[in-house]
């Protein structure tokens, strides 16, 4: 019931909190990495154990509920995405920026049931701003409802991407592609700032009208595209089709409009499934 995933959300949001300040600690201390998919693809220790802290919080409270962890993945664990309550987990989106000290890393928490997005959390470490959406009663950042723009046209509008962690020249030569398309649509900008989900908050509360990507998992987009759904934007696939989690791609307009015309000049690359 509603009440029951508020329940789930806001003991989400007591976790993410308490993992941010980890974040907010180790961020501006000494930091060292190891790579994953390729040469630009960074996970710290601090990546690991907040995914740790968040999973061993939620598990006990809940010991029935799934998880999916981004660096428990890495770690080798299959993405199991069944009917069961499932915690999709992105202990750091944005761990590049956090190796990095740039200020825009975030601490994604979603929660899928029957295989829905029912629940979004999204804590801005940094900025100390916790977005967070449950299915049916709208979006807030620190409390406060949120709202999308009512941009319906890419002319004019403030465009969100991200380079991604892919250099493969197929990839690439897409990117290239697309960020020309956006271009010359006469955008105001593009920004690519990364942190696949603070460019969905980004969207949800109105600062940038649409954002797309290729290449982001599940961990990456799933709390973020709730509140931006609950913002009242438009999220789906790049081809014009639903939305799928696990397909590695998205598009998240603030209407349906502005989302369909950048979903007609986009190409895709092709993407392995989660
Ligand atoms: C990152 C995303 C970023 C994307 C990177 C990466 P991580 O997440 O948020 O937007 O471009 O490929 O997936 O790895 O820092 O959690």
Redesign the pocket.
């Known amino acids: 019931s509603t009440s029951d995933i508020q329940a789930f959300a806001l003991f989400a949001e007591f976790v993410a909190k308490e993992a941010g300040e980890t974040i907010r600690r180790a961020i501006v201390m000494e930091k060292s990495f190891d790579l994953k998919s390729s040469v630009v693809?960074l996970v710290t220790e601090t990546d690991k154990a907040v995914e740790t802290f968040i999973i061993n919080s939620l598990k006990e409270r809940y010991p029935d509920h799934q998880f999916i962890g981004?660096e428990s993945v890495a770690g080798g664990l299959k993405v199991s995405l069944t009917d069961a309550p499932t915690w999709i987990i992105?202990p750091?989106?944005?761990?590049?920026n956090f190796v990095h000290t740039f200020p825009y890393v975030a601490v994604s928490i979603g929660l899928s049931i029957n295989k829905e997005l029912v629940a979004g959390i999204i804590y801005h470490v940094m900025a100390d701003e916790m977005y967070t959406a449950v299915v049916g009663q709208g979006a807030f950042c620190n409390g406060l409802p949120i709202k999308v723009t009512h941009a319906t046209t890419l002319q004019g509008s403030l465009v969100i991407t991200?380079?991604?962690?892919a250099r493969d020249p197929l990839r690439m030569d897409c990117f290239y592609k697309n960020f020309k398309a956006v271009l010359s649509t006469n955008a105001h900008g593009i920004r690519a700032l990364?942190?696949?989900?603070l460019?969905l908050c980004m969207v949800a509360k109105g600062a940038g009208d649409i954002n797309y990507?290729y290449?982001?998992?599940c961990w990456?987009v799933a709390a973020g595209s709730i509140i931006v759904r609950e913002a009242g934007g438009y999220v789906c696939d790049p081809t014009g089709g639903d939305f799928d989690q696990m397909a590695r791609r998205v598009v998240a307009g603030a209407t349906k409009e502005i989302t369909k015309e950048l979903c007609g000049i986009l190409s895709h690359p092709d993407l392995e499934r989660d």
């Open positions: 693809d981004e992105d750091i989106d944005g761990t590049t991200e380079v991604g962690a990364g942190s696949a989900a460019n990507e290449g982001i998992h990456d």
